[in-house]
């Protein structure tokens, strides 16, 4: 079958060091598959190379080795700007809206970027079409978030990675977070890189563990709950 993503022995190391240079790899040899229309779940610590992965797939860093696929097509050498094009969209972990507009402009931006009209169905679908006229600089860090993910969809992603999209948000709006991603993962495929392992278990249809760069675990949320290497590095309980 053709797979949404399709990630062949991905590798990436940077440099590190003023007078003696060193390599660190941040990832190391990936392999994984991601169907159409799954929420794809990363878990892993500070460092476990996350971000260093979906910063690879939205072509905001290139590999050092190894292979990224879009719906059959190699993108591995493909920039940024023409990956939006293909339909990846990316959240960013540290907030990347355009600060000294309004949240309504903010999302008109992106939607001209995709080529469509603005709508404020998309403000509505994440919660926050009561703030449009509010300079988004002057949101709440969570408001944020939440209008970061509008302008994800005002791009009309076949693939959306949301980057520790839950970060800010109080427990009410995770609640409806959570029923957001299911409904957009009918339309989309979802990439979901958070640290909340709670968000991850009830959303994602498979999750893929990161340890120092490379796969820990992989597999549905009932049996990365019952891996005991899983559960020895973040769940804080081993079978010893």
């Known amino acids: 079958m053709e797979y949404a993503v399709a990630i062949q022995n ?3 190391d940077y440099e590190t060091g003023f007078w003696r240079k060193k390599k660190v790899r941040a990832l190391d040899d990936l392999t994984l598959n991601v169907r159409p229309g799954q929420i794809f779940g990363f878990l892993g610590g500070n460092g476990a190379g996350k971000t260093t992965f979906v910063s690879l797939i939205s072509g905001r860093v290139s590999p050092t080795s190894g292979s990224v696929f879009f719906q059959g097509e190699d993108i591995t050498q493909l920039p940024a700007f023409k990956r939006v094009r293909r339909g990846i969209a990316y959240t960013f972990q540290i907030t990347s809206i355009y600060s000294n507009l309004t ?3 903010n999302v ?11 709508s404020p169905g998309y403000l509505d679908r994440v919660g926050i079409a009561d703030r449009a006229g509010q300079i988004a600089g002057t949101l709440s860090y969570g408001h944020q978030r939440l209008l970061e993910v509008a302008m994800g969809l005002a791009l009309h992603p076949k693939l959306l ?7 800010g948000l109080s427990d009410a709006e ?6 957001l991603v299911r409904t957009l993962s009918k339309e989309a495929t979802v990439l979901l890189i958070e640290h909340n392992m709670p968000v991850v278990m009830n959303l994602a ?3 893929t563990v990161l340890d120092r760069g490379m796969i820990l675990a992989e597999g549905t949320p009932g049996e990365i709950r019952a891996n005991a290497a899983v559960q020895a590095a973040y769940l804080g309980t081993t079978d010893a």
Do not use: C
């Open 10 to 12: 991905l590798s990436k």
């Open 103 to 105: 949240v309504a402009d």
């Open 108 to 118: 008109a931006l992106a939607a001209r970027h995709a080529g469509s009209r603005s």
């Open 161 to 167: 990675i949301l980057d520790e999209p839950t970060q």
């Open 174 to 179: 995770i609640a409806n977070f959570i029923t």
């Open 205 to 207: 249809h498979r999750i």
